[in-house]
């Protein structure tokens, strides 16, 4: 059996993923699949840190358009994430691995507060940890927060599983011409403004030296196909 590429892992779950065909909310059948793929990649002896977006209940540029400012809405995002958050909690365990949600927005009575030590202290428990609440600031992302959550606990690679199975020259949703990329650096994903992820998270990325792997979650396994340097992905790094 093929080893694991790297020891420890922030995986980056899109919100938008999590909706399927509705657009909007969780579709429980697909929870239920990224579960699965979250604890084989578990019992593979990999140590995992998760970070989920919100973009299929709230993001804040979109409801700040509507009555409320921009870090109110933001802050909304960042509880859309704690809600996609105590869902992955629940059924990672119910599939067999042990899971505990961190947030950066302080919420105690519903799950303890982010700290990098409580982080690693689970992390050595053996346990998946939910990074929640973004970065706990507006005007961050949850690309940003997976970044910096990857740095700050030791990381070897950002995990990005969306709904494309890569990098494009352009958006491949709206560009039916564009390109796939297997490999670029963070300098040529900025430079060609590539909105695959936001801006500062690539160059935190850059500063950090961490590799970004860009896949589609939609493929059955595919966090354990990319763990072993298998899958169809795209590698942003030097
Ligand atoms: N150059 C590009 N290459 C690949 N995807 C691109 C590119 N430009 C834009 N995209 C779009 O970026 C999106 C990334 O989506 P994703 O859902 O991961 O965003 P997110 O903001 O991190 O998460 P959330 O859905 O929670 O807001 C894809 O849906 C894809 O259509
Ligand atoms: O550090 C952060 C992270 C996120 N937000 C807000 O949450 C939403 C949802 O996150 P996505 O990365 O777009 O899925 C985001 O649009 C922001 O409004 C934040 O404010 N700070």
Do not use: W
Not at 50 to 56: A, E, L, M, S
Not at 64 to 88: F, I, K, Q
Not at 174 to 199: C, F, G, I, W
Request: with cysteine; hydrophobic share 45%; glycine share 10%.
């Amino acid at each position: 059996m093929t080893e694991a590429v790297y020891g420890r892992v922030i995986v980056k779950l899109s919100g938008e993923a999590l909706a399927g065909s509705a657009g909007f909310g969780v579709d429980q059948s697909i929870v239920e699949a990224i579960a699965a793929d979250i604890v084989a990649a578990h019992r593979m002896g990999v140590e995992l840190g998760i970070v989920v977006g919100g973009g299929n209940i709230f993001r804040g540029v979109e409801v700040s358009g509507r009555g409320v400012s921009r870090p109110t809405g933001d802050t909304m995002g960042m509880l859309a994430t704690v809600m996609n958050s105590l869902v992955l909690e629940a059924a990672i365990t119910r599939n067999g691995a042990p899971a505990s949600t961190l947030s950066a927005v302080p919420l105690p009575t519903v799950c303890d507060h982010f700290s990098r030590q409580r982080a690693l202290d689970l992390i050595a428990g053996g346990r998946v940890v939910i990074l929640a609440g973004g970065t706990g600031n507006p005007y961050f992302t949850t690309d940003t927060t997976a970044v910096l959550r990857a740095a700050e606990l030791d990381c070897q690679a950002v995990l990005k599983a969306t709904n494309v199975d890569g990098v494009y020259s352009a958006d491949p949703k709206q560009d039916k011409s564009a390109v796939r990329y297997d490999r670029l650096s963070p300098r040529e994903a900025m430079e060609r403004n590539l909105k695959v992820m936001d801006t500062t998270a690539f160059a935190l990325a850059r500063e950090n030296a961490m590799p970004i792997i860009v896949f589609s979650i939609r493929e059955p396994g595919a966090i354990e196909a990319v763990l072993r340097g298998k899958g169809r992905a795209t590698i942003v790094a030097e």
